[in-house]
């Protein structure tokens, strides 16, 4: 779809300054890299390593912040490129309009309320289920009965919205997603494990949105809550009645487990994980693959198995290569204090200092053939 620079300025809210390539009513035809760009395409540059390519681009428009420099070039300025740029592909790429209705491959039953939804082929809607206009189900996606999807949501396909579970406005299910599953809880008996009901709910606040595969259990009582904002990618699971804070991340393999509540803005990275029943502070940041055993303050950065704080945790990495050779320090240390100590007596611990005891004979050990050599202060200990 092609859109004039023009529009795009409008749109972004951005300062257009006019150079070579393009002027305002010029057509940009898509959005690209900034390597790949053509004349009839915008491209941007969010992160300075990619500086180096505004002079060789080919591209019409380049979309900078206010500081970076382009003589000559066509440029709009805005202050984030990077959230310009997401602006940008859905101004290039907006998402087809939700045409009403109900494909007659769907299932729909009789007491649910989809006014204004767009149900998709073999698409399932129980009893007293409301999916809210503007919303679109896509092929395969199931909402369970006396659930409720607000306005302007997409349930991908094959997606679940359990029984009873709430979405709420503008919340995104990528396929395959499925929102109150059971919560993996059972009473462990001599004879085997008793399945404990999981009767709660789960509730996704506005704006949210979660990756293919991920799961939200729901609570044994009560509820599992997503709070507003919240973005989890692919394959994450948030364990029952736990609740993640507005505007969290959690990165593709992440996981939450049962009870535990994170704070607003947590970021947790790839395959990090929360062991349950803790209290995850605001801002907290997790590194990848790490778990969180305890509770965190607001504005923690930790990582590592177990998480401690980021950067002794960068400190403790970069020694490990270390290791091999301080063990073999240490060995030989320990070889040469034992010739010592079987030539020499060894004063008690609680003797004075100024007397020895009278059972303590003097004798010399002999000499080292290859004595411990002085190292300066602040020498570093290496292989020999």
């Known amino acids: 779809m092609g859109v004039t620079v023009a529009a795009v300025a409008r749109s972004l809210g951005g300062v257009l300054e006019v150079g070579a390539g393009a002027d305002a009513d010029t057509v940009l035809d898509d959005i690209r890299s900034i390597e790949e760009a053509g004349p009839e395409h915008l491209a941007f540059v969010a992160n300075r390593r990619y500086a180096r390519h505004i002079a060789t681009t080919r591209a019409g428009v380049l979309l900078l912040d206010p500081h970076t420099p382009a003589p000559g070039r066509t440029t709009l300025r805005v202050p984030d490129p990077y959230l310009g740029f997401a602006r940008a592909l859905a101004l290039f790429h907006p998402y087809p309009e939700v045409v009403p209705g109900v494909h007659p491959s769907a299932v729909v039953d009789p007491t649910a309320d989809v006014t204004g939804a767009a149900v998709g082929p073999l698409a399932v809607v129980g009893a007293h289920a409301r999916v809210g206009p503007g919303t679109r189900l896509e092929p395969g996606a199931v909402v369970g009965a006396w659930a409720v999807v607000g306005r302007d949501c997409r349930i991908g396909a094959r997606a679940v919205v ?43 606040e506005d704006d949210v949105e979660l990756g293919a595969c991920t799961c939200v259990d729901r609570a044994a009582v009560g509820e599992t809550r997503v709070r507003r904002g919240a973005k989890l990618d692919n394959l994450v699971q948030v364990g029952h009645g736990a609740t993640v804070g507005e505007h969290a991340l959690l990165v593709a393999c992440s996981g939450v487990a049962g009870s535990s509540r994170l704070g607003r803005f947590v970021t947790l990275a790839a395959r990090a994980s929360v062991l349950g029943h803790l209290e995850i502070g605001d801002g907290v940041q997790v590194g990848a693959a790490s778990t969180v055993t305890r509770n965190l303050p607001d504005g923690a950065r930790v990582s590592g198995h177990p998480a401690f704080a980021h950067a002794l945790w960068r400190r403790a990495a970069l020694s490990l290569k270390e290791l091999p050779g ?21 004063v008690p611990r609680t003797a004075p200092h100024d007397t020895a005891p009278e059972h303590v004979t003097e004798t010399h050990a002999p000499t080292d053939p290859d004595p411990p050599r002085p190292r300066p202060a602040g020498s570093r200990l290496r292989r020999r």
Do not use: M, W, Y
């Open 162 to 204: 359990g029984e009873a579970c709430v979405v709420g406005d503008r919340v995104v299910l990528n396929p395959g997603a499925v929102v109150g599953s059971d919560g993996f809880g059972f009473a462990t008996t001599p004879d085997g494990h008793v399945k404990i009901p999981q009767v709660g709910r789960v509730v996704l």
């Open 326 to 346: 301080l063990l073999s320090v240490v060995r030989r240390l320990d070889a040469r204090v034992a010739i010592l100590e079987a030539h020499v007596d060894v």
